[in-house]
């Protein structure tokens, strides 16, 4: 009995192996990123994560090792014809101008009620920041993450007329999706408010809160009627773009990624530390937006998402440039349908 026992593990075993063989040609031949055209720049992706993933091969990066970070307006999903939280703010400031009457009569708050969206253009960062510090601030943690959540279920594209969790691009959540699936942990390193982010990125990019990395207001902690909370203030705690993201990565990641990806002069410091002096293969890409008909077509000029000196670097530093019009075949998971 023993015997036939042990005649029935191996046959089993046997079979099993049998099978898994026989579905390893399929798995192979199956394209990881179906959105994609096939062209030099899709393979330059996928000859990457073929050479830091072989086990044994010069240059195998061990999975603890395997970060990629992406940036988020522009990167993941629209930044025109502004920045998705710049549209929340703008809502927040018609939401609280009755508590405000003072902003009927300060810039930029009075441009806003008045719908000069226009002169939002020539206003200095100083005062965006203004104007996001005074519309995020002054409730709890939990507060504010419902009112993201609850505008973000009723806000529409003004192109697009769609909800901005349907304007995310499919070839990359097909590419956050591969990445993960050889390995990789997947990090949202942008410098949108970190506390804007959190509550949807699970569930649009399947990146969970602890891997969003972002510009925050400072908070405190208080108890409310027994209860513990976190109250958020009007003041300024971290500014995670440009020269801050590496520093945001180092802080909140503590690894170098192997993999960065942008798409404008804001994610030119996080390509530059993930690519230059760092140790064994890299890959640095940059989302070009080429396709006016389908989506936008921006770079150099542009209030939002400017793309200048890190496309210039694109070049030097033979960064992946990844053309929507022509790498892509869908940009919008909508546009297949």
């Known amino acids: 009995m023993r015997r036939k026992f042990l005649s029935a593990i191996a046959g089993a075993t046997l079979g099993l192996l049998l099978n898994l063989i026989c579905l390893v040609p399929t798995f192979a031949q199956s394209d990881p ?16 994560v073929r050479r830091v993933t072989t086990l044994g091969g010069s240059e195998f990066v ?4 395997r970060v990629a970070t992406f940036d988020n307006d522009g990167t993941l999903w629209v930044e025109q014809p502004m920045y998705v939280q710049l549209a929340f703010a703008l809502d927040r400031v018609k939401a609280l101008a009755p508590l405000h009457p003072e902003w009927q009569y300060t810039e930029p708050f009075q441009s806003v009620l008045a719908g000069n969206m226009q002169a939002l253009t020539g206003f ?17 943690t939990d507060e504010f993450s419902k009112i993201v959540v609850d505008w973000l279920a009723t806000a529409r594209d003004p192109r697009f007329r769609r909800p901005y969790t349907e304007l995310v691009y499919q070839p990359m959540l097909e590419l956050i999706s591969y990445l993960r699936a050889n390995g990789f942990k997947t990090y949202i390193v942008s410098g949108g408010g970190v506390e804007f982010m959190r509550p949807w990125t699970d569930k649009v990019y399947g990146v969970p809160p602890e891997q969003v990395v972002g510009s925050s207001i400072k908070t405190k902690f208080e108890m409310r009627d027994g209860i513990p909370t976190l109250f958020r203030l009007p003041e300024v705690n971290f500014i995670d773009d440009k020269a801050g993201k590496p520093v945001g990565i180092y802080e909140f990641v503590g690894r170098r990624p192997i993999a ?3 798409n404008s002069d804001g994610d030119l410091q996080m ?11 890299r890959l640095g890409a940059i989302v070009h937006h080429t396709d006016a008909a389908r989506e936008y077509a921006y770079d150099r000029q542009s209030h939002f998402g400017r793309l200048d000196v890190a496309l ?12 929507m019009k ?3 075949k869908v940009i919008f998971s909508f546009d297949a349908r």
């Not at 390509?271 to 293969?281: E, P, V």
């Open 33 to 48: 990123l179906p959105s994609w055209n096939d062209t030099p720049t899709k393979q330059a992706i996928v000859d990457f």
């Open 62 to 65: 061990p999975a603890a090792a």
């Open 124 to 140: 200095s960062e100083r005062s965006l920041l203004d104007l996001i510090l005074l519309t995020h601030a002054g409730m709890t």
């Open 260 to 262: 960065a990806f942008g």
């Open 271 to 281: 390509l530059q530390w993930t690519t230059i002096g760092g140790d064994g293969l």
């Open 312 to 323: 210039d670097a694109a070049a030097a530093n033979r960064w992946t440039v990844i053309d």
């Open 326 to 328: 022509k790498d892509w």
